[in-house]
């Protein structure tokens, strides 16, 4: 079945889907989004996704449908797609609206809606298993990234810097501090206990950050710190680990051309992929 698409209330078919030439968020970037898995036909954490959109929006005055309403329109839209019984995704963008190009945005604004739903891309089981590499990289980003903005290009060209060096992610680097992925958010482990960079401007706070830190080790009986980690220290940690939407909880076994973690997917890293996939398997 060809799927649908939605935008601003309407559920059409994609090639039917037309996006003005001046809309900002073509022109400018001028946009927030989230990206929202779905297990089973149920979308996971769905409330959090949804009020970290409206963060987002607030964070940049985009205007933007109250949660409830938003909630109401994903699953609306969700149940008209093939992804009401399977695994899938629901990418899910916001725009500022339509103007004349000017830099300064004029109030008022209608803002527009798109969601678009698609496989989940889940990432061969090897990855899982076997560990990634990773490359460091600096942080080239402005200093909201807690706002989930599509203005992505330095991520953009940080991943496809990865996949030139056969590498699955760039974390990256700011005055020689760890601060997250090109889409993922990352961890460390030091005898046992869970480390991953504060939620401060320089970070997305990531939802499967959250789960990590307030469903998963609580439950395994891990401790979990919010603290800087510079570079010599992330290098040196026990085991390295990549959470993400839809990197889930992604082992990391190299960082550039150096082995980690004794180049072995570790116990505790293992311990909470497991519980992961238990976690989004079984909602
Ligand atoms: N990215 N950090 C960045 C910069 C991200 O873009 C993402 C997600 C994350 C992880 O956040 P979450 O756990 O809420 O998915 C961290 C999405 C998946 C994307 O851009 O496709």
Same mark, same amino acid.
Request: negative net charge; proline residues 5%; hydrophobic residues 35%.
């Given at each position: 079945?060809?799927?649908k698409v939605?935008l601003?209330?309407?559920i059409?078919?994609?090639?039917?889907?037309?996006i003005?030439i001046?809309?900002?968020?073509?022109?400018?970037?001028?946009?927030?989004?989230e990206?929202?898995?779905?297990?089973?036909g149920?979308?996971?954490?769905? @409330? #959090?996704h949804?009020?970290?959109?409206? $963060?987002?929006a607030?964070?940049?005055?985009?205007?933007? &449908? %109250?949660?409830?309403?938003l909630?109401?329109?994903c699953?609306?839209?969700?149940?008209?797609?093939?992804?009401?019984?399977q695994?899938?995704?629901?990418?899910?963008?916001?725009?500022?609206?339509?103007c004349s190009?000017?830099h300064a945005?004029?109030?008022?604004?209608?803002?527009v809606?798109v969601?678009?739903?698609?496989?989940l891309?889940?990432?061969p089981e090897s990855?899982?298993?076997?560990?990634?590499?990773i490359i460091?990289?600096?942080?080239?980003?402005?200093?909201?990234?807690?706002?989930?903005?599509i203005?992505?290009?330095?991520?953009?060209?940080?991943?496809?810097?990865?996949?030139?060096?056969?590498?699955?992610e760039?974390v990256?680097?700011?005055?020689?501090f760890? @601060? #997250?992925?090109s889409?993922?958010?990352v $961890?460390?482990v030091?005898?046992?206990?869970?480390?991953? &960079? %504060?939620?401060t401007?320089?970070i997305?706070?990531?939802?499967t950050?959250?789960?990590?830190?307030e469903?998963?080790?609580?439950?395994?009986?891990?401790?979990?710190?919010?603290?800087?980690?510079?570079?010599t220290?992330?290098?040196?940690?026990?085991?390295?680990?990549?959470?993400g939407?839809t990197?889930?909880v992604m082992?990391?076994?190299?960082?550039n051309?150096?082995?980690v973690?004794?180049?072995?997917?570790?116990?505790?890293?293992?311990?909470?992929?497991q519980?992961?996939?238990?976690?989004t398997?079984?909602?």
């Amino acid at each position: 079945m060809k799927q649908k698409v939605y935008l601003n209330g309407e559920i059409i078919p994609r090639e039917k889907a037309t996006i003005d030439i001046e809309d900002r968020g073509y022109q400018f970037a001028d946009g927030v989004y989230e990206v929202i898995a779905i297990y089973q036909g149920k979308p996971f954490k769905l @409330t #959090e996704h949804l009020e970290r959109l409206v $963060f987002s929006a607030a964070e940049l005055e985009i205007e933007c &449908p %109250p949660l409830e309403k938003l909630e109401q329109e994903c699953q609306r839209y969700l149940a008209s797609t093939d992804y009401s019984q399977q695994n899938g995704k629901i990418y899910l963008q916001l725009t500022r609206g339509v103007c004349s190009r000017t830099h300064a945005y004029p109030d008022g604004l209608e803002s527009v809606l798109v969601m678009k739903a698609g496989p989940l891309g889940e990432k061969p089981e090897s990855y899982f298993k076997e560990g990634v590499k990773i490359i460091i990289r600096p942080d080239e980003r402005w200093s909201r990234c807690y706002v989930k903005s599509i203005a992505l290009l330095p991520n953009i060209m940080a991943k496809k810097e990865a996949k030139r060096e056969a590498a699955y992610e760039t974390v990256m680097e700011r005055d020689g501090f760890i @601060t #997250e992925g090109s889409s993922a958010n990352v $961890f460390i482990v030091e005898k046992g206990t869970l480390i991953t &960079p %504060p939620a401060t401007n320089y970070i997305l706070k990531g939802i499967t950050r959250q789960t990590v830190i307030e469903d998963i080790a609580p439950q395994k009986g891990l401790e979990v710190k919010e603290e800087s980690i510079a570079l010599t220290r992330f290098l040196a940690a026990d085991e390295i680990f990549l959470t993400g939407t839809t990197t889930e909880v992604m082992p990391v076994i190299q960082v550039n051309d150096k082995e980690v973690a004794k180049g072995q997917v570790g116990d505790v890293t293992q311990t909470l992929y497991q519980a992961y996939r238990q976690l989004t398997r079984s909602q």
